[in-house]
């Protein structure tokens, strides 16, 4: 019984590393847009979002290989999430400068 608060729990940290990941790709290309430091902005920015995923992929594996794989399906949920929202995002944007 003890198995599905764990799994449940594995997943949501998963969906949420991955909403940072994805989240924070998204807004370091928009802010590396704007800077004159493209290159640093998305440096540090890949080295930090790398840093805090890989070290929580560790602490909520707890070495358990399922605990690890429900973590990633939940990463991966967050990135179908992230990449359906700014695909909206952008449709909205094109269609409001294209508006007459």
């Given at each position: 019984m003890n198995e599905i608060p764990g799994s449940a729990t594995a997943l949501l940290?998963?969906?949420?590393?991955?909403a940072l990941f994805f989240g924070g790709l998204l807004?370091?290309?928009h802010q590396g847009?704007?800077?004159?430091?493209?290159?640093?902005?998305?440096?540090g920015s890949l080295l930090l979002r790398?840093?805090?995923v890989l070290a929580?992929?560790?602490?909520?594996?707890g070495g358990d290989w399922q605990r690890l794989l429900l973590c990633l399906l939940g990463?991966?949920?967050?990135?179908?999430v992230v990449m359906r929202l700014s695909k909206i995002r952008a449709v909205q944007a094109l269609?409001?400068?294209h508006a007459p």
């Open positions: 940290a998963g969906v949420l590393l991955g807004w370091t290309v847009i704007a800077s004159r430091h493209v290159a640093l902005i998305f440096l790398i840093g805090v929580g992929f560790y602490f909520v594996s990463f991966i949920l967050a990135r179908l269609e409001g400068h």
